[in-house]
């Protein structure tokens, strides 16, 4: 992978920023990319354009929800759907992948409906779908802290015998996300000296999404993120992260290379957030317009879109019923949490282990101790009240 370096530049600037569809959806030549994207058809990248506005769409209404008080918070992707999108495919069946809590791209990629994940931030539950099955992990909200269990995830899997065998159906690699933020949290670091030390067969995958709530990416890093790991002897590149080609074909590149037991291997996607960090954010008070309207003139959708006319691949009737098909899952994400009913809340000690934990079984004990001295209460007052009445 001769795109992925290990070495720093002299200047910071010289690190070359990899690109195959300008925002005006012109293309650019890129050998190596090039021959990772070949086999992808004009129903390929239709799929992944219907998918970002999809996940757009869902991500709108979320946001619209949080605001209708039916969520407790909402981490938006607004403006990264080319990075997720671009990554979730181009991963294979039985890689397994590991979010933070803003991957909705990645989440849809794998077939997670959008309402599956909106559980977790309504809080009436852990998780609904089953990671196994899906081969992504539950969401992650502590900053950095699955990086180091997907390291391990990974070392499990070479000691499985899943790694490097020539089996493309069964050898397994680790997509490993997470923010510009959380590059700078220690947790990072951790994994990327267990990664280094034993060639664990994972991805390090980071969406520079510019901001870190309200610090620029300018400030945690001055160098770009991509030369972080080098000198870790992880070799690295540096994408243009709302470019859906470009992300895939690093990203294939990357996770082929590790299943086949070259160790692992770092990507930064720069791309933009465009909302708030999270809904109990107000990023005006931190940006510029100035920098948003820049930032949108290199909007993910409309270049997949603008290359893809060029293309002859779609028309205006295509754009139009994705647009319908994204306003109908809005709208039907709108219903499905209106009509999510609230848990029992003793199910919030149900699967903390995958075996039955004495400190676990304890507490449960004592909460239902504790509940039941409403419930008696409540009985006793019933009591009362059906006594008074006959009296």
Not at 278 to 289: G, H, K, V
Request: glycine fraction near 8%; charged fraction near 25%.
């Amino acid at each position: 992978m001769s795109v992925f370096r290990t070495t720093i530049p002299e200047h910071a600037d010289d690190e070359p920023l990899i690109q195959l569809v300008a925002p005006d959806g012109t293309r650019t030549p890129h050998e190596e990319l090039d021959a990772a994207v070949a086999h992808l058809t004009g129903e390929d990248l239709r799929r992944y354009y219907r998918d970002m506005v999809m996940i757009r769409a869902a991500d709108l209404e979320a946001t619209s929800l949080q605001r209708q008080g039916q969520l407790g918070l909402w981490a938006s992707a607004l403006g990264q759907e080319a990075a997720q999108i671009g990554a979730g495919h181009a991963a294979r069946t039985q890689d397994y992948l590991v979010p933070t809590y803003r991957e909705h791209g990645i989440a849809w990629a794998r077939g997670i409906e959008p309402w599956r994940l909106l559980d977790v931030w309504r809080g009436i539950a852990h998780g609904s779908y089953d990671p196994y099955e899906l081969r992504t992990h539950p969401y992650m909200l502590v900053l950095g802290a699955q990086v180091p269990q997907a390291v391990g995830y990974a070392m499990g899997l070479q000691r499985d015998g899943l790694v490097g065998t020539g089996d493309l159906e069964s050898d397994t690699a680790v997509l490993t996300l997470f923010g510009d933020g959380s590059s700078s949290e220690g947790e990072v670091s951790e994994g990327f000296t267990f990664a280094a030390s034993f060639q664990a067969p994972t991805v390090f995958f980071t969406q520079n999404n510019q901001w870190a709530i309200s610090v620029p990416a300018t400030v945690q890093s001055r160098v770009p993120l991509a030369q972080r790991s080098r000198g870790w002897g992880i070799p690295s590149v540096r994408i243009d992260g709302n470019d859906v080609l470009a992300v895939y074909g690093a990203v294939r590149l990357a996770l082929d290379a590790a299943r086949e037991g070259e160790g692992p291997s770092y990507i930064e996607a720069v791309t933009y957030r465009m909302a708030a960090h999270t809904t109990s954010d107000d990023p005006t008070r931190y940006r510029a317009r100035a920098e948003e309207e820049e930032w949108a003139a290199k909007d993910p959708i409309d270049r997949l879109r603008r290359y893809l006319e060029a293309q002859d691949e779609v028309d205006e009737e295509f754009v139009r019923r994705c647009e319908e098909e994204g306003h109908d899952l809005a709208m039907a994400l709108h219903h499905e949490i209106h009509a999510m009913a609230d848990p029992d809340p003793i199910e919030i000690f149900s699967h903390v282990y995958a075996d039955p934990h004495p400190l676990v079984e304890a507490e449960r004990a004592e909460f239902e101790r504790y509940r039941s001295q409403f419930e008696d209460a409540g009985d006793q007052a019933a009591s009362e009240s059906a006594e008074e009445g006959r009296r």
